[in-house]
């Protein structure tokens, strides 16, 4: 069962769908249509008021209820494309490596990968990539992500639980397969125990770094991004905050420069289930608030 089917189960669906503002003006909406269309209907001699009574207006409360639900069911995914200008950002609940884009992959100041150890966990973004798709292996990360750092301004951190190498915040590094590009982007530091964390200007100033690398280095392909710092980085922020925050960096990026003309916002459907994650809010925001 997918998640659209899942979220009929979650408070936050039914919150939005039926008790949120926008819900009720379409409910009210509805209503007001129904009645008109009866004023209609008794001016017109088709169906007279003496042939209805007072309580016709429970099915027809019923009636726009059912539409506001169908209106507002649950999606996987929405997409907003930004007026005036050429590109568009989607959101979706989904698998980051099945999306068919150039990556970002949210690491460490030290560019670690080292999963056989526990340093990365299996089940991060790292260690998924790592798992999926160089079948457990880190010779060839390590290697590109070694030439990429070449000549990139490090501090020696000899406490560092694993790589000695500590690089700034926002510092990219690309690994290649053929056909795609994951943008390894420092925006957490581990402490001497392994555990890390980030902040909301780490997040900001990685991502500005990426656009700025990507703009430069990259090839026009749609960027697929994870929320960032919302999980191992410890930041206390809202999934759907953090959507909004990756959405308008990508559009405060993309003023004065094309750099990619589709973003892909991707959250993990287990954390969409656990947070209460709304696509329409998300959507609501984009149309209301972006600035681009």
Known sequence: MGYP??????????????????????????????YLFMEIMDFLSIYTRDKYDKFAIFPMLAVAVLFVVFTRRPVSRVTYKVPSKDYRIE?????????????????????????????????????????QLFEGKTVEIDRQLGVALK???????????????????????????????????????????????????????????????????????????????????RIALP?????????QSFADASREKVFSNRLVVVIRPQDAENHGVSLFEVKDYLARSLHA
């Open 151 to 233: 000549g990139v301004a490090y501090t020696d951190w000899q406490e560092a639980p694993g790589k000695k190498s500590r690089y700034p915040i926002g510092t990219v590094a690309p690994v290649r397969i053929p056909g795609r590009t994951f943008y390894f982007v420092a925006m957490s530091q581990f402490n001497e125990t392994g555990t890390a964390k980030s902040s909301p200007r780490d997040i900001e100033t990685a991502l500005e770094s990426l656009w700025e690398y990507v703009t430069s280095h990259g090839e026009l392909r749609d960027i697929a991004i994870p929320l960032m710092g919302t999980g191992r980085g």
């Open 5 to 34: 089917w899942r979220s009929l189960a979650t408070f936050s669906f039914w919150r939005y769908a039926l008790f949120s503002g926008e819900a009720l003006a379409k409910l009210l909406a509805v209503v007001g249509a129904l």
């Open 91 to 131: 959101v979706k609940i989904a698998d980051l490596f099945a999306e068919p884009c150039d990556i970002v992959i949210s690491t460490s100041t030290t560019f670690d990968t080292d999963v056989a150890s526990g340093l990365i966990a299996k089940d991060s973004l790292q260690g998924q990539l790592v798992m």
């Open 239 to 247: 999934r759907n905050k953090m959507v909004e925050r990756i959405a």
